[in-house]
């Protein structure tokens, strides 16, 4: 269709609650049929930023939007997205993509036909502890949380000294909410289905050499993860079902995959390891954990 309407806009500076755009230069174009956005480059609070966007109007609807950031300030784009939040990431992302199409005329059609992907490169950053109730952080901060318990799931004798110096460092941290650093990390998330994919999400961290999760999240909030942590140079599964709000980290197969990482089976660990995993109460570790109470949602704030 031939263009009913095209603009050129460039704009010094324009402000919104913590926003501030500058250097804005692109073109809004629309016909009868479709509205398209284009601003190939301008600043978002000083990050670098592209954004591209389309809506065409005929038949089912379809519209797509792309955005592009780099050299983020992770507190400042954190207060941007969740300003009710106390706590805040610290710290800077290298970069951020995100690449969305969908179709339909409801907000129902538009939610179940949504895909894209997004990828994140972590430079350096920094979580405070007091994140580890906020969703979607608990879900990053359980692996930690369930390393830090190792002495309430193996007997000290097992553990060898330096998974329990880096169990009790943990234990400390959190408990005197301080923080977990990221010194890298790269993520990418796929959505489609009605769900989000974690295809790829590795950190590198300050408590723990290598962490890593994969798996699904459905937007109804239920989860199916394999995360898992490095210990000693042996990669420890750790899976996570449950709910978003609701975690639930399978302790009871960890247990006996940290078992045998440091040389322990089922066949030659000593009777009492053995009736300690037997009686292990995943419920009560997981409650201690996530507790029913006090979990905030890290969301959008109120775009009013």
Do not use: C
């Given at each position: 269709?031939?263009?009913?309407a095209e603009?050129?806009?460039?704009?010094?500076?324009?402000?919104?609650?913590?926003?501030l755009?500058?250097?804005?230069?692109?073109?809004i174009?629309?016909?009868?049929?479709?509205?398209?956005l284009?601003?190939p480059s301008?600043?978002?609070n000083?990050w670098?930023?592209?954004?591209k966007?389309?809506?065409?109007f005929?038949?089912?609807?379809q519209?797509?939007?792309?955005?592009?950031?780099?050299?983020?300030?992770?507190?400042?784009?954190?207060?941007?997205?969740?300003?009710?939040?106390?706590?805040?990431?610290k710290?800077?992302?290298?970069?951020?993509?995100?690449r969305?199409q969908?179709?339909?005329?409801?907000?129902?059609?538009?939610?179940?036909?949504?895909?894209?992907?997004?990828?994140?490169?972590f430079?350096?950053?920094?979580?405070?502890?007091?994140?580890?109730?906020?969703?979607?952080?608990?879900?990053?901060f359980?692996?930690?949380?369930?390393v830090?318990?190792?002495?309430?799931?193996l007997?000290?004798?097992?553990i060898?000294?330096?998974?329990?110096?880096?169990?009790?460092?943990?234990?400390?941290a959190?408990?005197?909410s301080?923080q977990?650093?990221?010194?890298e990390?790269?993520?990418?998330?796929?959505?489609?289905?009605?769900?989000?994919?974690?295809?790829?999400?590795?950190i590198g961290?300050?408590?723990?050499?290598?962490v890593?999760?994969?798996?699904?999240?459905?937007?109804?909030?239920?989860?199916?993860?394999?995360?898992?942590?490095?210990?000693?140079?042996?990669?420890?599964?750790?899976?996570?079902?449950?709910?978003?709000?609701?975690?639930?980290?399978?302790?009871?197969?960890?247990?006996?995959?940290?078992?045998?990482?440091?040389?322990?089976?089922?066949?030659?660990?000593?009777?009492?390891?053995?009736?300690q995993?037997g009686?292990?109460d995943p419920?009560?570790?997981?409650?201690?954990?996530f507790p029913?109470e006090?979990?905030?949602?890290?969301?959008l704030?109120?775009?009013?």
């Amino acid at each position: 269709a031939l263009p009913i309407a095209e603009a050129q806009i460039a704009i010094d500076k324009l402000k919104y609650r913590s926003l501030l755009l500058t250097d804005i230069s692109g073109a809004i174009g629309s016909t009868a049929e479709s509205v398209r956005l284009s601003f190939p480059s301008f600043k978002t609070n000083g990050w670098s930023t592209s954004l591209k966007s389309q809506a065409e109007f005929s038949g089912s609807s379809q519209y797509t939007f792309e955005l592009g950031m780099e050299a983020l300030e992770a507190e400042a784009f954190h207060k941007t997205v969740s300003p009710g939040l106390d706590a805040h990431v610290k710290g800077r992302m290298k970069g951020l993509e995100i690449r969305l199409q969908s179709s339909g005329r409801s907000a129902e059609d538009l939610k179940r036909h949504l895909r894209g992907e997004i990828k994140a490169q972590f430079d350096r950053l920094e979580l405070p502890g007091e994140l580890q109730n906020v969703i979607p952080f608990n879900i990053i901060f359980a692996p930690f949380v369930v390393v830090g318990k190792t002495a309430e799931l193996l007997p000290l004798s097992l553990i060898p000294d330096p998974i329990e110096r880096t169990a009790s460092g943990i234990s400390t941290a959190l408990d005197e909410s301080q923080q977990v650093v990221i010194y890298e990390g790269e993520m990418k998330l796929e959505i489609a289905d009605s769900k989000v994919m974690v295809s790829e999400f590795v950190i590198g961290t300050d408590l723990l050499p290598a962490v890593y999760f994969s798996g699904d999240v459905a937007f109804n909030g239920e989860i199916s993860l394999s995360s898992g942590v490095s210990l000693m140079g042996v990669k420890v599964p750790l899976p996570i079902g449950g709910t978003l709000e609701r975690p639930y980290p399978d302790v009871t197969r960890f247990v006996a995959e940290l078992a045998s990482a440091i040389g322990y089976n089922i066949t030659n660990l000593p009777q009492n390891v053995l009736n300690q995993i037997g009686s292990l109460d995943p419920t009560g570790i997981v409650g201690s954990i996530f507790p029913e109470e006090g979990q905030q949602r890290g969301q959008l704030g109120d775009m009013d």
